[in-house]
């Protein structure tokens, strides 16, 4: 039997689903509402009747998931995101799935001035196999706050590996 295709990255958008209002201002923003009921985050003093319009919100990033069979029954995982803007914080976590059982695998949140997080981690004593590693999107935990206050959750990329 031929060897299993090495992975390759997979990319997903990641999506903006609100504002952190307590994060916006600790970093000198605010975060307003248009009258249409559209909240978006300016830098504190931006005169009011500057007002964003015809903007298409949603689109704050992107995420990725890449799993790698390494041999000795382990696996790297190797996830992360890349935001518009710095992060004031994360939370993030991968899933785990192989034919033996599923396992999380948390990264803890720290602030970050360009915007691009890489995560990396080696797991170890897996069942021989297919495995599946998932970082889920929205509503689960796997977000960023950027210093604005937007809070951006992962499109949900996963990748699979064979696990020898």
Known sequence: MDAPPVGEV???V???VGYDADVATANGYEVRTRPDGIQYSVKR???AEVIPM???SGNCGRSWMWLDGIGGRSVRINTGFHVRDAVSTFSWTATLSDTGETTKHDFPGFYDADGYVDLNRIV???SVGYARATVYGFPF???AVLVDGTVCYSGGPSDDAYIT
């Open 14 to 16: 990641m999506n903006a």
């Open 10 to 12: 997979v990319e997903v």
């Open 54 to 56: 015809d903007v298409v």
């Open 124 to 126: 170890g004593d897996l």
């Open 45 to 47: 003093g931006t005169p």
């Open 141 to 143: 935990r796997n977000y």
